[in-house]
């Protein structure tokens, strides 16, 4: 499997930005559609975005589309999600996935997750 860390995570103000990176070792990184998912406190884990293997499809949730931007650097081993806009409700931790079969849109697709790093937007 592959190794995921995220890094990028902590507390900013409503309407500021973040940018969330992974880096990916241990296997070919070119082998795998990536995602990044949240989850809340009390909530399930939910989709948020995900890019395909050469990043040429990309996928969003309702609630982030136009806001935030996923992007991945093959040459880097790394996925990023670039989010502009943030809201309250936008607070979670925030997991990188990454799938070898399929693009990551549900938990049951992703073959391996990173240990999540905290976003917190204050109001």
């Known amino acids: 499997q592959v190794q995921l860390v995220e890094s990028g995570g902590g507390l900013v103000q409503a309407g500021g930005s973040l940018r969330l990176s992974c880096a990916a070792s241990?296997?070919?990184?070119?082998?795998?559609?990536m995602g990044w998912f949240r989850q809340a406190p009390g909530k399930e884990r939910e989709f948020v975005a995900a890019v395909t293997w050469l990043g040429r499809s990309t996928y969003y949730a309702d609630s982030v589309k136009g806001r935030f931007t996923i992007s991945r650097d093959n040459a880097k081993n790394t996925v990023y999600l670039q989010m502009n806009s943030l809201k309250p409700e936008d607070t979670a931790v925030y997991y990188c996935a990454a799938a070898e079969r399929g693009v990551p849109r549900r938990q049951y697709d992703v073959g391996s997750w990173g240990q999540g790093t905290q976003v917190t937007v204050s109001s």
């Open positions: 241990g296997r070919p990184f070119v082998n795998y559609a």
